[in-house]
Structure formats: structure tokens, C-alpha cells
């Protein structure tokens, strides 16, 4: 079993809906990051949290360290939003784990 | 905005050749790190570095890998006796202040072993 799990794997989108991406994971952590990688690879980082709820623009991310679930919210999708997400821990193993991501693709 | 910059951006290598991949990190970070993408798989962690020493690594990192920071701007990882499995993108990244920071990252290096 993964230790980091992203759901869906997958996901289509009208251009303005509202996305969610969710990642559980069975580590103790310190905390999670959520990136996301464009096409041609390059990899952003979009936010790092350890509790609570962080907004960026359009994005919000949001923790829940006692059920272990982080959401990634996308509010009225574009299609430049297009690309995969990644969930990512630090575990408390002193080590990075990272979630297989979500590959969005908004249409227009 | 500083950016961390990587190079090459794509190698090409023999298997069994020797290959160091470079990275230079965003100037006043502290905290360097290395991993690798095997194509269509999830990123992994390879290694972390603070203070001219290695500050964690994982299983994957084992003797045929080393890093180095030679100088006070360019932070490299090289691969001795490159195998077909080496074949990944690497990608760098550097925090100012540990794990629990932001991690900003290159662009990545495509390293492709023949």
C-alpha cells in the first residue's frame, strides 16, 4: 500500500468548475506540500502546510492531521490549470514521500 | 524572482559511464536537495543536504551516488557506474530554512542511459 494516496488519478474539467484533489497518508508527518508539475516537467511549489487551511489565488489547500486527508481546491478552473498535482509529506522519518499525483486537465 | 537553475538539461550517457548532474540553488538557501522522476512514475527522494553534509537519505541512495557541494554556488550529484534503471529526470531543489519550507525546484535534468 501507498504510504501517500491521491485520488482520483485522473480527472477532466470544464473550464470554470470547481476541482478537488484529496491525498490520504498512513505516516506521521510534519507536513505536506502540494506541487504541482507541468507538462514539460517542471515542478512548482504551491503550498505547505502542517494544519489548518492555506488560499493562494484561486487554490486553497486544507489539512486534517487527525483524519490524515489534505484537499486541494481549484476554484473556476482554466485551462492553464491543466498539469498533475502532487501530494507530498515530510514523515516524521525525516524523509519525503510523494503521492503518484493528479493529472488535471481543464478543457475550455 | 531567483530561480534554481540545472544542468544539463538532458544527458546522455553510456551505461557504465560516470555522470554529474549540476544544480545551482537559489543563492541565500541553506537546504539542497536531490530527486529523481523514472518516466510515467512518481517522484522519489534521493537525498538531502545542509552544512557540507549529507542530512538524510533514502534506500535509492546508496554507494553509487554522491554529492558535493564544490564551491559556494553549484550543489552536484553524480552517478558512478550508470545502469539502463538510472534513466529519470533529477530534479533539484533548495529551501531557505529546512523541510518545512517551500521547496523551489529546477527544472530537472533528463539523464538517459544507453
Not at chain 1, 1 to 11: A, D, F, I, R
Not at chain 2, 40 to 49: A, C, H, I, N, Y
Not at chain 2, 65 to 77: A, K
Not at chain 2, 78 to 87: A, G
Amino acid at each position: 500500500k501507498n504510504e501517500v494516496e491521491q485520488s482520483p488519478q485522473n480527472l477532466t474539467a470544464q473550464e470554470g468548475e470547481f476541482i478537488t484533489i484529496n491525498c490520504s497518508y498512513s505516516v506521521g508527518i510534519s507536513a505536506l506540500h502540494w506541487l504541482q508539475q507541468h507538462p514539460g516537467g517542471g515542478i512548482v511549489s504551491l503550498f505547505m502546510l502542517s494544519s489548518g487551511k492555506k488560499k493562494h489565488g484561486r487554490l486553497i489547500a486544507t489539512i486534517n492531521i487527525q483524519e490524515k486527508h489534505s484537499s486541494l481546491h481549484i476554484t473556476a478552473s482554466h485551462p492553464r490549470d491543466s498539469a498533475v498535482y502532487i501530494c507530498a509529506v515530510r514523515s516524521n522519518n525525516n524523509d519525503m514521500r510523494f503521492g503518484a499525483g493528479t493529472r488535471l486537465t481543464v478543457k475550455p | 524572482e531567483p530561480e534554481v537553475t540545472q544542468t544539463p538539461s538532458h544527458q546522455v550517457t553510456q551505461m557504465g559511464q560516470e555522470v554529474i548532474l549540476r544544480c545551482v540553488p537559489i543563492s541565500n538557501h541553506l537546504y539542497f536537495y536531490w530527486y529523481r522522476q523514472i518516466l510515467g512514475q512518481k517522484v522519489e527522494f534521493l537525498v538531502s543536504f545542509y552544512n557540507n553534509e549529507i542530512s538524510e537519505k533514502s534506500e535509492i541512495f546508496d554507494d553509487q551516488f554522491s554529492v558535493e557541494r564544490p564551491d559556494g554556488s553549484n550543489f552536484t550529484l553524480k552517478i558512478r557506474s550508470t545502469k539502463l534503471e538510472d534513466s529519470a529526470m533529477y530534479f533539484c531543489a533548495s529551501t531557505e530554512g529546512g523541510w518545512d519550507q517551500p521547496q523551489h525546484f529546477g527544472d530537472g535534468t533528463r539523464l538517459s542511459i544507453l
